[in-house]
Nanobody
Framework: QVQLVESGGGLVQAGGSLRLSCAAS????????MGWFRRAPGKEREFVAT????????YYADSTKGRFTISRDNAKNTVYLQMNSLKPEDTAVYYC?????????????????????WGQGTQVTVSS
């Protein structure tokens, strides 16, 4: 049974930082492309960041580039999202996701449809 469990969300003031974690089980984590998405109130879920299975390639949404950093520890089956310089518009439920369909170690995935498994989400609220 595949499980993705996010943690680290919470309430933070604008300009602050949070670090999200996503612990994976039930899959071969080192062969998964991992991603973070978010859904703000009243909006569609959107792509935030992705990291290749090797960890050697990352890609970010324009809205998060330069402020967020995705990383992974394949020994711990965990992917992280370090969020700095947070803005009120970053308020959302953040989801991690696993894409098990890729084979090339540097492949990334930016579309929801590419991902096979999703976590339940963790709330991030940024106050102004």
């Amino acid at each position: 049974q595949v499980q993705l469990v996010e943690s680290g969300g919470g309430l933070v003031q604008a300009g602050g930082s949070l670090r999200l974690s996503c612990a994976a089980s039930g899959l071969t984590f080192s062969r998964c492309v991992m991603g973070w998405f978010r859904r703000a109130p009243g909006k569609e879920r959107e792509f935030v960041a992705t990291i290749a299975m090797s960890g050697g390639r990352t890609y970010y949404a324009d809205s998060t580039k330069g402020r967020f950093t995705i990383s992974r520890d394949n020994a711990k089956n965990t992917v992280y999202l370090q969020m700095n310089s947070l803005k009120p518009e970053d308020t959302a439920v953040y989801y991690c996701a696993a894409d098990i369909g890729k084979t090339y170690y540097r492949t990334i995935s930016t579309r929801e449809s590419e991902y096979d498994y999703w976590g339940q989400g963790t709330q991030v609220t940024v106050s102004s």
